[in-house]
């Protein structure tokens, strides 16, 4: 029986068998797609090319989550890379931009498997991985625009908002995930967690290649965290006012680290361009 169909098609068919859970007729059809040859059946190519996909997850998993592998060992940590993949599909053809969602798939195996009870903080490691991750391969910001910020008025200043690097990522965690991180990422086997008050305020930023990871206070994390969300300046000062006279003070720091890299009018969001 032959089948005809689009090049698209038959690539979106293909991929879908070699990814469990497929149904009956979706395997059916993509073997049919496989050329017959005298050495290998048309099943165990298919076999073949699924365990080679399969493969290709788990290191590109392994790769942006160093600090999980670790901690995991390579054994366990496959096992729950491929459980992961069966539920979360890749939907972009660059394995850099695949896993986004780890940190929560953990959060759920570490609470549904008494084993995993004391590693509930690997659901906030993970997600502190990918903002490093993807720190890593954001794009560059141009520099910071003083000038025509400084040619604006104050009131118009006021109903900006502040827009954060394109490498800059924000979490909270209960856990102390940063020192966590560090530990396994070092060639040390002893791993010590100093005491720290918790919760954490973490913020990841890239720094000429190199990932920057640092703890900050609770307030500047509500900054930052109002500036990511698209909260006006104005917003945020009227949200804070026990602190208002702190806002000035901290905001140049903040552009200066690479933290805020532009300010964009509420209505139009354009950055840069007040």
């Known amino acids: 029986m032959k089948i005809s169909m689009t090049l698209a098609d038959t690539e979106t068919l293909f991929t879908t068998a070699l990814i469990p859970p497929c149904s009956a007729t979706q395997r059916t059809l993509a073997l049919q797609l496989i050329r017959k040859n005298d050495h290998i059946p048309a099943a165990l190519a298919l076999r073949i090319y699924s365990n080679n996909v399969s493969g290709a997850r788990s ?10 592998f670790r901690i995991l060992e390579e054994a366990c940590f496959n096992n729950i890379a491929h459980r992961f993949s069966e539920r979360t599909p890749s939907v972009h053809p660059d394995l850099n931009r695949y896993s986004a969602t780890l940190g929560d798939f953990l959060d759920e195996w570490t609470q549904s498997h008494e084993q995993f009870s004391d590693y509930r903080y690997l659901g906030d490691l993970a997600r502190l991985e990918w903002l490093c991750h993807t720190a890593y391969y954001a794009e560059d910001d141009p520099p ?3 000038r025509t910020l400084a040619r604006t ?5 006021a109903a900006f908002c502040l827009r954060l690097g394109h490498s800059v990522g924000l979490l909270q965690s209960d856990y102390p995930v940063m020192v ?4 396994n990422l070092s ?3 002893a791993v010590d ?18 990932i920057q990871v640092e703890r900050i206070d609770a307030y500047t994390f509500e900054v930052l965290a109002a500036c990511q969300e698209g ?5 945020i000062i009227d949200t804070h006012q026990d602190h208002t006279s702190m806002i000035p003070g901290i905001l140049p720091g903040l552009i200066q680290r690479g933290w805020i890299t532009a300010v964009a009018a509420e209505k139009t969001g354009t950055p840069g361009h007040p």
Not at 59 to 68: D, E, G, I, N, T
Not at 180 to 183: G, N, P, Q, V
Request: negative net charge; glycine residues 2%; proline residues 4%.
């Open 180 to 183: 966590i991180r560090e530990a």
């Open 193 to 210: 967690v100093a005491a720290i008050e918790l919760p954490e305020q973490l913020v990841v930023s890239r720094l000429a290649f190199q």
């Open 153 to 157: 008025s104050h009131g118009a200043q």
């Open 187 to 189: 060639d040390s086997d």
């Open 144 to 146: 910071f625009d003083f």
């Open 59 to 68: 290191k590109s998993l392994a790769a942006a989550y160093p600090a999980c």
């Open 231 to 235: 909260i006006t300046l104005d917003h």
